[in-house]
């Protein structure tokens, strides 16, 4: 028997261990039942920090973990699915392709950041959805310092005000003036197409961002878009021109576009609509997590977020749903009740919420401590230590905060 996944982000690494989990709970060895995880590189991208200076040191190692608990690493990128001969086709970084078949296959491909066909975007604009995006504006901001002292060398637009626009242009005047000097003159400005940013936090945290923005000096310009970029500037929807040499895109997610390969349902973000259990109805061999999946997490039918939190706890339901299928054991429905948010807001501090209406429980000092535990310590991965790591995943407690 064989389980695949594709994907090792923070729902293909808990879908790895849940599932290696579950075998050894039933007592089943690696080798009557392999679980084999697909992905480029065996690390994890700690995807949330990417907003943060040094991006290149934002990898954890998931290689060592994996061999901990009997998963096998396969190199590769997934290509293709064929869901008729259960078949995964991968291309490996040598160019060779392999295919693999499978029992049951666990697609947690995770999403991409939408580049809408925005004239400019694709040249002049950055981003940090990945640690490539990341590391190239790193080395752009770096490299400001060396260009003649003008109004557009110290203005950075940021394009998005939604969750990730906030924490990078909260973050942006303390990165610039470590590279442009403490009494440089620095402008950020966010654009967002709707009235308020950070609108899906709701109306409750609104005052404390808006107050941090005003403390961290960033501008909004509400109610409009990005038209076009150019090298030195934007041009907004209502015909302002802002001149910048940095302009960061942080507007929209997709899932990975190989979800297009499995023949269901996909909502407007290419999501696989799945049942709760998380299996992909009609294709019985197939389940799907994280950002690949539209799932509904609670009974009220609140749909799970695009997010490493509720990532990690619907991977920890997929792999033990796959797993327990390949054994003939009942499936457990996904369930996640629990729901914080920690937004980082630069020198102003965080912003700590706790469930659906965002009651706000802490601000300031005390939030920042708790984004500082949560990017460093929670979401890492769990220590190479066979017991340990199989117990980290337990899917019933795993993000129960």
């Known amino acids: ?37 697909v992905a480029p590189e065996p690390t994890l991208t700690v995807r949330p ?27 590769g990128h997934a290509e293709t699915v064929d869901t008729i001969a259960n078949q995964v086709e991968i291309l490996t970084r040598d160019g ?42 790193d080395r752009h901001l770096q490299g400001l310092g060396a260009r003649p002292a003008t109004r557009a060398r110290n203005t950075v637009v940021v394009a998005g005000g939604g969750f990730t626009g906030i924490e990078v242009a909260t973050e942006m005047p303390a990165r610039l003036r470590a590279i442009l000097g403490a009494s440089a003159d620095i402008r950020v400005v966010i654009v967002e197409r709707r009235d308020a940013i950070g609108h ?6 609104r005052p404390i961002i808006e107050d941090a923005l005003d403390k961290t000096g960033v501008e909004a310009r509400l109610a409009v878009g990005v038209a076009a970029l150019d090298a030195s500037g934007v041009t907004l929807s209502n015909g302002e021109r802002i001149e910048a040499e940095t302009v960061i895109w942080a507007a929209g997610m997709r899932a990975a576009p190989l979800t297009a390969q499995i023949p269901a349902e996909r909502d407007n973000f290419g999501r696989l609509v799945v049942e709760r259990d998380l299996r992909v109805p009609g294709v019985s061999a197939v389940f799907a997590t994280g950002d690949a999946a539209k799932a509904v997490c609670d009974e009220e039918g609140t749909i799970a977020l695009m997010s490493c939190q509720h990532a990690t706890r619907m991977g920890a339901f997929a792999g033990n749903n796959a797993a327990a299928d390949l054994l003939g054991l009942p499936t457990m429905t996904y369930h996640q009740k629990a729901y914080v948010t920690c937004l980082d807001l630069g020198s102003a501090g965080a912003l700590f919420t706790r469930g659906w209406d965002r009651k706000i429980e802490f601000t300031g000092a005390e939030a920042k401590k708790m984004k500082q535990d949560i990017n460093t310590i929670w979401i890492y991965p769990p220590k190479p230590q066979r017991a340990a790591a199989l117990a980290s995943a337990d899917p019933a407690r795993v993000t129960d905060l």
């Open 200 to 205: 899906d936090l709701g109306p409750g945290p």
């Open 96 to 137: 060779e392709r392999r295919t693999l078949g499978y029992d049951r296959l666990v697609v947690a491909t995770g999403s991409r950041l939408f580049r809408p066909d925005i004239p400019g975007l694709s040249t002049h604009g950055f981003s940090v959805d990945t640690v490539p995006d990341a590391i190239a504006l």
């Open 49 to 75: 920090r990417l907003y943060e200076p040094r991006p290149e040191t934002l990898t954890a190692p998931l290689l060592d973990v994996l061999t901990a608990i009997d998963v096998t690493y396969v190199q």
């Open 1 to 37: 028997m064989r389980l695949l996944i594709i994907g090792a982000g923070f729902a293909g690494m808990y879908a790895a261990l849940s599932a290696a989990r579950l075998r050894d709970i039933e007592g089943v060895s690696p080798e009557m039942f392999q679980i084999a995880l």
